[in-house]
Nanobody
Framework: QVQLVESGGGLVQAGDSLRLSCVAS??????????MGWFRQAPGKEREFVTA????????FYADSVKGRFTISRDNAKRTVTLQMNSLNPEDTAVYYC?????????????????WGQGTQVTVTS
């Protein structure tokens, strides 16, 4: 059973930085074969895509709202995906979820992400 566990959330002020981590457990091959990503859900809003990184780390994709401020990276040996968030603003307040593609070595982003973590809360005050 694949499990994704996020950490690193917290309460910060506008302009601060946070670093979120997602550690994967379960499964046979870790995360090295899979595209990984992050979503977020703000209070009263629908869940939205934030960023993704492909299985080989050769491609990344960012939502316009975070481009230039957030950076996704991965360490397959540690089964970890990291989201570095800089220049945070109150609009970034949300629960952040780590996600994993179910398709191995997929050349395209999935239409649906099949594995989700429980989320970590990020709150940015003005």
């Amino acid at each position: 059973q694949v499990q994704l566990v996020e950490s690193g959330g917290g309460l910060v002020q506008a302009g601060d930085s946070l670093r979120l981590s997602c550690v994967a457990s379960g499964g046979t091959f870790g995360i090295s074969m899979y595209n990984m990503g992050w979503f977020r859900q703000a209070p009263g809003k629908e869940r939205e895509f934030v960023t993704a990184i492909n299985w080989s780390s050769s491609r990344t994709f960012y939502a316009d709202s975070v481009k230039g401020r957030f950076t996704i990276s991965r360490d397959n040996a540690k089964r970890t995906v990291t989201l570095q968030m800089n220049s945070l603003n109150p609009e970034d307040t949300a629960v952040y979820y780590c996600v994993r593609d179910s398709r191995a070595y997929a050349p395209t982003w999935p239409d649906r992400w099949d594995y989700w973590g429980q989320g970590t809360q990020v709150t940015v005050t003005s």
